[in-house]
């Protein structure tokens, strides 16, 4: 593979990206992906995967593996035409990670602060960090934040403290700390993950309406592929640490993830699913519509039915459609 310059219309590139904590346990093998600006990108896999890994090697949170020999295969990544780490070694300076948010599955709000000062800590990379680690901000930066809360439909409780909050509320939080901090690429790490399907929807419309509305480029991982559907029209399934498929989200069909993921594809359903996949291998938008807006029911342990194994599994549509290596 090439490793030469990144492409500058890019907003993530990432190239032979291997990554392992443990010495001969390889968690991320050679992945190689690039996100254009405007897109909304899911990133979907069972447990274990490697998606946050991934995630976390994007945002330069930490380093990947270092290259074996003559460090002509080093990984690297770019992110908004900057280098943000190379062959194990993070260059990520202040001012680029200032256009980089990232969204964790839990929040990461100081929890005994107020929403407000909460989201003001978004302008640290604008204000003396003197004041602003002190949480001490002016009027005009809590004017900015305020708007940002508005937003994101909870300026109501701006002087609530954080922990005293639903876990919607917090992820909506966190996502107007993105905003003021005048975020380009919005990386998020599972964030519907800890939340009901109210709250999931209402997150996931957010980052949908800040990437068709403000231009926001976003990388989202998702467990649950209906999301994937519904809101990103492209996909990248890891399986064991490798790209199984990029390509439309349209492609997933439950019949089409059975061939990628086997067994595994179980926990990649809604429980509520189940009905929908005991029909048939298609998997139909209003299937997923009806997934997400909770007409099934979500805290059920999981009835679900994986497909017998398809005899249409890889169809020519699903070959032109998207990249399948798996
Ligand atoms: P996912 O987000 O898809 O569930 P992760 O990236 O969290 O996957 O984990 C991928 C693999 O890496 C798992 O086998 C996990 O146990 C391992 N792993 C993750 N973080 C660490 C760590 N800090 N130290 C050692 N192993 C880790
Ligand atoms: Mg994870």
Redesign the pocket.
């Known amino acids: 593979m090439q490793k030469g310059a990144p492409r500058m219309d890019a907003v993530i590139e990432a190239r032979g990206v291997s990554k392992s ?2 010495r001969g346990v390889t ?1 991320l093998d050679d992945i190689s992906l690039s996100l254009k600006r405007g897109e909304m990108v899911a990133l979907i ?1 069972a ?8 995630i976390r090697s994007i945002a330069g949170l930490i380093p990947i593996d270092s290259p074996r020999g003559n460090g002509a295969n080093a990984g690297q990544i770019h992110v908004l035409g900057q280098p943000i780490q190379r062959g194990g070694r993070i260059s990520c300076s202040r001012a680029l990670r200032a256009r980089i948010g990232v969204i964790f599955q839990q929040f990461n709000l100081v929890p005994r602060l107020s929403l407000l000062t909460n989201v003001c800590f978004g302008l640290l990379g604008r204000v003396p960090s003197a004041r602003g680690t002190l949480g001490r901000f002016n009027d005009d930066e809590k004017r900015i934040a305020m708007q940002a809360l508005a937003r994101v439909g909870i300026a109501e409780h701006a002087l609530r403290r954080s922990n005293d909050l639903s876990g919607g509320q917090q992820q909506r939080a966190a996502i107007a700390r993105s905003l003021v901090q005048g975020a380009e690429l919005l990386i998020a790490d599972e964030p519907i993950a800890s939340l009901d399907p109210a709250s999931s929807r209402r997150v996931m419309d957010l980052l949908a309406d800040m990437n068709r509305n403000d231009g926001l480029t976003v990388l989202v ?1 998702l467990h649950q592929v209906e999301y994937a559907m519904k809101y990103c029209p492209r996909t990248i399934a ?1 399986k064991d640490g490798k790209i199984a498929y990029d390509g439309p989200s349209s492609a997933l069909t439950p019949a089409f993830l059975n061939r990628i993921y086997g067994a595994e594809s179980e926990e990649l359903f809604l429980p509520s699913f189940g009905a929908a996949l005991e029909q048939g291998d298609g998997l139909h938008w209003a299937d997923t519509e009806a997934a997400i807006n909770g007409n099934g029911h979500w805290s059920e342990p999981a009835t679900i039915v994986i497909p017998h194994a398809p005899t249409v599994a890889m169809t020519k549509s699903h070959a032109k459609a998207g990249r399948l290596s798996a």
């Open positions: 904590y443990l968690v896999g447990s274990g995967s490697g998606k946050s890994t991934l991982s890891l």
